[in-house]
């Protein structure tokens, strides 16, 4: 091949071409093979219908002597084309007769060969059905094959994947989360569902009518004191019980007063008495202030434990 002398990136792009022109000259070989293949499907159909319309063509061509008109022609070559079916319609039903034939004369020969059977003082079969009884006596003698050993049942297979199992674990787990969710609606029912906002207004609406310092009072303005904590008005009583959130004086979640809120208690003992809690008003704490220590109040979370300053 001739060397190309000239500049570099011309050499390159004689490259590029020389490869493009390579590659389309595959793409052609490859289509001219694959247009070959397909002409030599079509000839080997073709081949199948030629003999017939060659053998009616030929007795055309024997048949028709001078000028005859398009017609008539036309005429012909279906008579023939009919007449050519009907051969070969009747040479497959000769074909399938003598096949008839064939089974029919076999069927004869069997029951004739029966009858000669029949007819003997002794069967031939005989010999072959003791020949059949040793066999099988030969297999009763042969000894039993010893079992595969199975599983263990002693072994402990609950690691093992189990399908059974696994349906009633998780029936379990269901009836557990319903039996769950219909003691939560239980608990929801009652009056510890609403919020200590819900509870002061309630709470402001009874005590009005007693106390005239209420009377010009809202909500905002009271405060819920359960534990020496300040519970924020957001907070429901549910969320105290369902978390068994505690202050430092006793539970948050129970409201049941048990023994006399003036004696003296441990504090590093847990217990589940637990205090009134209170109903004050923002405007008492700076006045408490003279009688108490001034230590404030810190507000409760249910979700993490608090750690509540005494008001002693």
């Known amino acids: 091949m001739a060397q190309y002398k000239g500049a570099a990136s011309e050499a390159g792009r004689a490259m590029q071409l020389m490869k493009?022109?390579?590659?389309?000259?595959?793409?052609?070989?490859?289509?001219?093979?694959?247009?070959?293949?397909?002409?030599?499907?079509?000839?080997?159909?073709?081949?199948?219908?030629?003999?017939?319309?060659d053998a009616v063509e030929q007795e055309l061509k024997s048949s028709t002597v001078g000028l005859v008109t398009l017609n008539d022609?036309?005429?012909?070559?279906?008579?023939?084309?009919?007449?050519?079916?009907?051969?070969?319609?009747?040479?497959?039903?000769?074909?399938?007769?003598?096949?008839?034939?064939?089974?029919q004369k076999e069927k004869k020969r069997k029951e004739e060969q029966k009858r000669k059977i029949a007819s003997l003082s002794f069967n031939p079969d005989e010999g072959a059905e003791e020949e059949e009884e040793e066999?099988?006596?030969?297999?009763?003698?042969?000894?039993?094959?010893?079992?595969?050993?199975?599983?263990?049942?002693d072994v402990d297979t609950s690691f093992l994947p189990d399908r059974d199992r696994e349906?009633?674990?998780?029936?379990?787990?269901?009836?557990?989360?319903?039996?769950?969710?219909?003691?939560?609606?239980?608990?929801?029912?009652?009056?510890?569902?609403?919020?200590?906002q819900q509870f002061l207004q309630r709470a402001l609406e009874v005590l009005r009518k007693d106390f005239s310092e209420l009377r010009s009072a809202g909500v905002e303005h009271l405060m819920y004191i359960k534990e020496d904590l300040i519970i924020p008005h957001h907070h429901s009583f549910y969320d105290f019980i369902v978390t068994k959130a505690r202050g430092k004086s006793g539970p948050l979640f129970s409201f049941d007063v048990h023994d006399d809120i003036r004696l003296v208690n441990d504090a590093t003992v847990e217990k589940d008495e637990s205090h009134a809690g209170k109903v004050v008003l923002r405007s008492c704490t700076p006045s408490a202030a003279v009688v108490f220590t001034p230590n404030p109040l810190p507000t409760s979370s249910p979700t993490v434990p608090p750690l509540p300053l005494s008001l002693n």
């Not at 066999?135 to 049942?153: F, H, Q, R, V, W």
């Open 135 to 153: 066999e099988t006596e030969e297999e009763i003698c042969i000894p039993a094959k010893k079992k595969k050993l199975g599983k263990n049942p």
């Open 167 to 196: 349906e009633e674990e998780n029936r379990l787990r269901e009836e557990l989360r319903q039996e769950w969710e219909r003691k939560q609606e239980k608990i929801k029912s009652k009056i510890c569902s609403s919020t200590i």
């Open 73 to 103: 022609m036309k005429a012909k070559q279906e008579a023939l084309v009919k007449e050519r079916e009907k051969q070969l319609a009747k040479k497959e039903q000769s074909k399938e007769l003598q096949l008839k034939l064939e089974k």
């Open 20 to 53: 493009k022109r390579e590659r389309e000259r595959e793409q052609l070989e490859q289509l001219k093979q694959k247009i070959a293949e397909d002409n030599m499907v079509k000839s080997n159909i073709d081949k199948k219908f030629s003999a017939h319309y």
